[in-house]
Nanobody
Framework: QVQLVESGGGLVQAGGSLRLSCVASGIILSINTMGWYRQVPGKQRELVADISSGGRANYASSVKGRFTISRDDTKNTVYLQMNSLKPEDTAVYYC????????????WGQGTQVTVSS
């Protein structure tokens, strides 16, 4: 069984930084795209950033220039470095991975809360 476990969320003042990590564990043959979504109550989950197996990164326009996504395939881990945080970045952040076990599927973490105070 595959598990994705996020860490690194918390409370930070506006202008501050946080680094999120997400580790995938279990019987994993290969990982394609990994990424981060976020969700606030009453709104749809939205893509923050993702990164392909080849290292190509894609960002939401609202975070471009402030957030950086990276991955370490030796550790099955994806990171999200968040700088210049704004109150509107407050959300639950979920990581996901498009990966192969005995079949190809998307797997999600349980979410980590990020709160940015003004």
């Amino acid at each position: 069984q595959v598990q994705l476990v996020e860490s690194g969320g918390g409370l930070v003042q506006a202008g501050g930084s946080l680094r999120l990590s997400c580790v995938a564990s279990g019987i994993i043959l290969s990982i394609n795209t990994m990424g981060w979504y976020r969700q606030v109550p009453g709104k749809q989950r939205e893509l923050v950033a993702d990164i392909s197996s080849g290292g190509r990164a894609n960002y939401a326009s609202s975070v471009k220039g402030r957030f950086t996504i990276s991955r370490d395939d030796t550790k099955n881990t994806v990171y999200l470095q968040m700088n210049s945080l704004k109150p509107e970045d407050t959300a639950v952040y979920y990581c996901y991975a498009d990966l192969y076990t005995i079949s190809r599927d998307n797997h999600w973490g349980q979410g980590t809360q990020v709160t940015v105070s003004s």
